[in-house]
């Protein structure tokens, strides 16, 4: 097994959280041949934090950008995480991440999605599963079993070059498995005692409030190519989630608002019919029979 792994983590303003990512990195049974962290413009103590450990540890390496003067979620993120690619030769590695900087990683994470992705060689990218911390304890974030997680996502390399990359707006990180079942690969992630991570930021929050998350994210809804009633019946799903209801309406306007502007939306056609055939089936038959139906379209049982 090959165990060629690069990391590139955009970072801004992370000074809370970072040591413990560092730290659980550092921690890992095997460790990345190469850590690239984008500082995007950081005003905290971000930039003592990664220089003292960039001095202890030679396969970190630190890219610096200037501040743009905000925290700018999807296209921003996205802009830092190809600073960092851009400073790389891919082809020196088998495998790239795409790794936040506000999370827990359990030690053999890495290990582990390389065992498994060396099992089954139609997987593309895969993660493990996010938890948050509670007083009542670690509460699963919700993710489904077809998706990597954005704050981790692990690819083959040349798969990864293949989708083209990612898109630079926000849904970056649906897009890209879409794209991977498009091309007839597989896009997962598993929940095991091994690649159970702790989120140290709730996902769907922002810098602003968890409402304004949850607009972001039926934005990003919007601009991959959701339809109305699958972004409907989405939202009407998450009532049960925190901020009950509210979290639901935000989201749902945030697609909503998004169509009444005429917002543009992705450009490639062929992928936004693609996603709709998907997602009617969806609402049909289930998301996990909808999704083995396009497998097994693409050959894969």
Not at 54 to 69: K, L
Not at 254 to 273: E, I, M, V
Request: charged share 25%; with cysteine; aromatic share 12%.
């Amino acid at each position: 097994m090959n165990h060629r792994y690069v990391l590139i983590s955009p970072c801004r303003n992370e000074a809370a959280y970072m040591r413990q990512t560092l730290e659980s990195v550092i921690a890992q049974s095997i460790q990345p041949t190469r850590w690239v962290i984008i500082d995007d413009g950081s005003t905290d103590e971000t930039p003592n934090i990664l220089a003292e450990y960039a001095a202890r540890h030679d396969w970190i390496t630190i890219v610096t950008r200037a501040d743009r003067g905000r925290r700018a979620v999807g296209s921003g993120v996205i802009d830092a995480f190809y600073a960092g690619y851009e400073s790389i030769d891919p082809d020196a590695y088998d495998y790239l991440c795409k790794l936040d900087l506000d999370l827990r990683l359990p030690p053999r994470y890495f290990e582990t999605l390389m065992q498994r992705m060396a099992a089954d060689p139609r997987i593309a990218t895969c993660s493990g599963k996010a938890y948050i911390e509670t007083p009542e304890g670690l509460v699963h974030e919700r993710h489904g079993d077809e998706t990597s997680i954005g704050a981790s996502k692990f690819y083959r390399v040349d798969r990864f070059q293949e989708i083209g990359g990612f898109v630079r707006e926000v849904m970056w990180d649906g897009i890209d498995c879409h794209r991977c079942r498009m091309l007839g690969w597989i896009a997962c992630s598993w929940d095991a005692p091994a690649l159970r991570f702790v989120h140290l930021r709730p996902m769907g929050s922002s810098q602003q409030n968890i409402y304004t998350g949850r607009m972001r994210h039926g934005y990003g809804q919007y601009f991959m190519g959701t339809g109305f009633i699958y972004m409907l019946a989405n939202a009407a799903n998450r009532i049960t989630e925190k901020p009950y209801l509210l979290g639901s309406l935000a989201m749902f306007w945030g697609w909503t608002r998004s169509a009444l502007q005429g917002k543009p939306r992705y450009a490639d056609k062929a992928f936004r019919k693609f996603l709709r055939r998907y997602q009617w089936r969806a609402l049909l038959v289930g998301k996990q029979r909808a999704i083995a139906e396009i497998y097994r379209g693409k050959g894969i049982d």
